[in-house]
């Protein structure tokens, strides 16, 4: 009795887990079903001769087999045939070739069995679990989520969500400056979902330019009501972001409207994002203009375009050099993940001087390291004239070069033209 009872328990157990999965009835029943008959195949070869009858409500079920009556001696399948002798001890009617109907007691196939029923109905659920999983987040790819933070890890966090779901925060989709305790609450943008070897986990991204223009989507109604479209957005995460809108009404500034009244839309962002800098820009199909916005807070002399290659050499006054390139290289980094064009800034040159008074560097190879000279060329500047009108922070970021290898080099050239 003890066996069938753990039997029962099973039914109550499977029970217990569609409560907190979430699983209909339907599935439920089928896989409880399988799981008995896939038992059953295993020990008799077959499972066509037997009805499964699930009651999950009651948490019990019914197993029973069907057998043809057979004369004693032609009994060749004691799984599929019952002898007549036999069948006629459970009623004196019946004879050969009529089917005979009894419950089956499944604590009667033994332990074993009911291990296996235990194991077979474990790898059902996991399996269940997991496409569960899988398929519930595959559809909130791109959406912001909120989740509990449970376990902090020097790689990743691990979260769960209401249903008690986990879900990965990468060291790497977080912004550098994120601090969390166990049990705050994170909010992130479901970046994607892998699913190796059928074994879904969902990778959650605060990083991602995504997760600013979801942010921006709640704060902004326009954008929801399709008045205003965000068209670009680069990041530096933490640190700095440019996002580009444009309006399909005249009435609306799309600008205005993101940042609001004195700030007010974008400020909860900004917090979110732990004080990201935020600049909006009014997005342009014009190239030229785009990448002058791109570069704003600094003002553009001219611009010189190769669309081919996608670069660009702009040109500014030496006040505006610093503005342009921005601390770090990020305004100068974030213009050109924006626009996808390749940035060069440079001085303008003073009225009067030649450009075809320059040098090429390769010239230059007795006094200054062909390692350097390749380092510069690598960045696209070969004249001259051209490094010394490079802002030296340009220089030394997009060369890769120590402070004062760049000062030597700018000596160098410097002394030439004096000369």
């Known amino acids: 009795m003890a066996k069938k009872e753990d039997a029962i328990s099973m039914v109550d157990t499977f029970t217990e887990f569609k409560e907190l999965k979430n699983i209909d009835r339907t599935t439920m029943v089928s896989v409880l079903e399988e799981s008995f008959r896939s038992v059953i195949a295993k020990m008799f070869g077959s499972d066509e001769n037997y009805d ?96 509990e933070v449970y376990q902090i890890w020097k790689k990743e966090i691990l979260l769960l969500d209401d249903d008690g779901n986990e879900l990965l925060l990468p060291k790497t989709e977080q912004i550098p400056s994120d601090f969390y305790r166990k049990g705050e609450t994170a909010r992130a943008v479901v970046a994607r979902v892998d699913n190796k070897n059928n074994n879904p986990k969902i990778i959650l991204s605060r990083t991602s330019p995504l997760f600013l223009q979801r942010l921006l989507e709640q704060e902004v109604p326009e954008i929801n009501d399709g008045l205003i479209t965000v068209k670009k957005i680069a990041r530096i995460p933490g640190e700095r972001a440019k996002i580009a809108v444009e309006s399909y009404d005249d009435r609306i500034d799309p600008v205005g409207a993101c940042v609001g009244v004195k700030g007010s839309r ?25 990448i002058q916005r791109a570069l704003s807070p600094a003002k553009i002399s001219s611009i010189r375009l190769n669309e081919e290659e996608h670069k660009a050499e702009v040109f500014l006054k030496p006040e505006e050099v610093s503005l342009a390139i921005g601390k770090n290289g990020q305004n100068i980094k974030l213009a050109s993940m924006l626009t996808e064009y390749t940035i060069d800034v440079f001085r303008e040159l003073p009225e009067g001087v030649a ?60 002394k030439e033209f004096e000369e």
Do not use: C
Not at 377 to 395: C, F, H, Y
């Open 355 to 414: 450009e075809d008074e320059d040098i090429y560097l390769d010239e230059f190879r007795d006094e200054i390291e062909g390692w350097v000279i390749d380092a510069i060329k690598g960045i696209g500047i070969d004249t001259a004239k051209s490094v010394l009108n490079a802002p030296r922070e340009m220089l030394i970021e997009k060369a890769d070069l120590e402070e004062e290898t760049v000062d030597d080099v700018l000596r160098i050239l410097r």
């Open 52 to 147: 499964v009858i699930v009651n999950p409500d009651k948490g019990d079920f019914e197993i029973w087999r069907n057998r043809e009556v057979v004369a004693d001696e032609d009994l060749t399948d004691s799984n599929k045939q019952i002898p007549l002798s036999e069948a006629q001890k459970i009623d004196a009617s019946y004879e050969v070739g009529e089917e005979v109907t009894d419950e089956v007691d499944f604590a009667k196939f033994g332990r074993r069995a009911i291990l296996n029923l235990r194991q077979t109905l474990a790898s059902k659920i996991l399996e269940l679990e997991k496409d569960s999983l899988y398929n519930k987040y595959i559809d909130k790819v791109g959406t912001i989520i909120s989740a």
């Open 266 to 290: 974008i400020h909860g962002i900004v917090r979110e994002l732990r004080n990201e800098n935020i600049d909006v820009i009014n997005y342009t199909a014009n190239t030229q203009l785009f």
